[in-house]
């Protein structure tokens, strides 16, 4: 499998380019942000892109696509960096606002902790359909 090398390039436009290094071409611009990019980083698999920007916002984007696919918020100033941990399961960002945050970004512990929190509604609503009771049997602790 034939890996493509890639790099982004961030912009006080609002967007984010993303090359394709062998070729020397433009792959995609994504646009999102209502702030200037400040910080861009790949995750380990290079997969997901995540931006931070002075709206406050942290935006992950899926690199094959060109897509956005989450936004996250709790900044209460402009995020002057970003940064996956090694595992990809955990982005840390750091703002003017004077805090880092980590952010879980591990699917199936979040999976796992939606369940803990709707599995009794999901047995116990009636107006749930009996094949949506069972979504989260042998996820959680609800079993």
Avoid at 6 to 34: G, P
Avoid at 55 to 77: A, C, P
Avoid at 103 to 111: C, E, G, H, R, Y
Avoid at 137 to 143: E, L, P
Wanted: overall charge negative; charged content about 30%.
């Amino acid at each position: 499998m034939k890996v493509t090398l890639r790099i982004a390039t961030w912009y006080k436009d609002k967007t984010i380019k993303l090359w394709n290094v062998e070729r020397a071409e433009e792959i995609s611009t994504l646009q999102s942000h209502k702030g200037w990019v400040s910080s861009v980083s790949f995750s380990p698999d290079g997969k997901i892109l995540a931006s931070a920007s002075d709206d406050k916002i942290i935006k992950l984007w899926n690199v094959e696509r060109g897509e956005e696919i989450l936004t996250l918020q709790g900044h209460e100033d402009w995020i002057s960096s970003d940064s996956f941990s090694p595992d990809g399961k955990t982005l840390a960002s750091a703002s003017e606002d004077q805090t880092i945050k980590l952010w879980n970004l591990d699917l199936d512990f979040l999976i796992e902790r939606s369940c803990d929190h709707v599995g009794n509604y999901l047995q116990h609503n009636p107006n749930v359909k009996k094949t949506d009771k069972k979504l989260c049997d042998g996820i959680g602790t609800q079993n």
